[in-house]
């Protein structure tokens, strides 16, 4: 499994500009990798800033200070696990994450109490598409809306595992499910499947076949396991956990009625306690995650 590259250039700008750095500001930037965005992050803070950069790769963190000290750029590296912070030069006025996340710690929200926190997002469900936040931080809340699409990699802690046996879950019985068997795959498309990650934290899920033929939809989530048995002229069936495939089904059911809505439509309100997902406004309906 690859654990770390540097990113595409346009990319790096994307989420530089999402992180909106500004001259004298100081930055804590997480997973250093090659040390190239801790370079130039340290161009954009300027003389007065600060820019402290973590790694948890003893080997990556030795050779980017190495490189970083032998071009004469004035980063600290600090070698360790960037999910705790670096609370020595805290607090910062941004902090920019450059590995995916899907739960953010709250360190981050104490070190970064009034800021932005700029982060690649992403849920069990999600895989490898992830969406970049910038979260701006008032009072250790931080609030902000998913943007572009982006694939990291993982922090390791925060990597998924393997998907493991199935077990044996029963009969399969006929199900009474608010979804057509037409509306069962669907959400799990690259647009819908964020939103499903959102709206079903921890789900993850394998899926039979394609076109129309009967096919098999299996979900995992915190333990349960259960799948859904469906396709044009098949009655649709379910095994295992009933509450699991009613979850799916409900928010299957939530995503066509609010028209298959766009990730960009959906944001993130994170506090020291509880981190919440929102559909259209910080206001408006949301789910704890
Ligand atoms: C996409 S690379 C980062 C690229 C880097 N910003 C650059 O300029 O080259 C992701 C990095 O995050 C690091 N990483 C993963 N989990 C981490 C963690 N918990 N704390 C700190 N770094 C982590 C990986 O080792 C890897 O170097």
Redesign the pocket.
């Known amino acids: 499994m690859p ?5 595409l250039p346009s990319l ?1 700008k994307l989420m530089l500009d999402a992180t909106d750095v500004r001259d004298g500001q100081r930055v804590l ?10 370079a130039l992050l340290r161009d954009r803070v300027g003389v007065n800033g600060r820019v402290v950069t ?4 003893p080997g ?1 963190s030795a050779s980017a200070q190495a490189r970083l000290e032998a071009a004469g750029i004035d980063a600290t590296v600090v070698c ?4 705790v912070g670096w609370g020595t030069d805290a607090p910062y006025d941004r902090i920019h994450v ?2 995916g996340i899907r739960r953010i710690p709250p360190p981050w929200l104490r070190q970064c109490p009034d800021g932005i926190i700029m982060l690649p997002w992403g849920t069990a469900l999600s895989g490898e598409r992830d969406r970049v936040v910038a979260l701006r931080v008032r009072d250790g809340v931080g609030v902000g809306r998913f943007g572009a699409e982006v694939s ?6 925060q990597r998924l595992g393997s998907w493991g046996d199935w077990p044996d879950n029963g009969d399969t019985v006929e199900a009474d499910l608010p979804v057509r068997w037409d509306e069962i795959e669907s959400p799990l498309e690259p647009f819908g499947g964020f939103a499903m990650g959102l709206l079903l934290p921890g789900l993850t899920y394998r899926l039979s076949g394609g076109g129309a033929e009967e096919r098999v939809l299996w979900l995992k989530r915190e333990g349960a396991h259960a799948s859904i048995g469906f396709g044009d002229g098949h009655k649709t069936t379910v095994e295992g956990d009933t509450r699991l495939s009613r979850d799916y089904a409900q928010a299957a059911r939530w995503w066509h009625d609010r028209g298959r809505p766009h990730p960009e439509r959906f944001g993130l309100t994170v506090g020291e306690n509880e981190q919440r997902a929102w559909f259209d406004h910080p206001d408006g309906e949301s789910w704890a995650l």
């Open positions: 654990t770390c590259s540097a990113s790096v930037e997480i997973g250093t990798g090659t040390g190239v965005t801790a973590v790694e948890v790769d990556l360790g696990d960037g999910l450059t590995c990291f990699m993982k922090a390791r802690s």
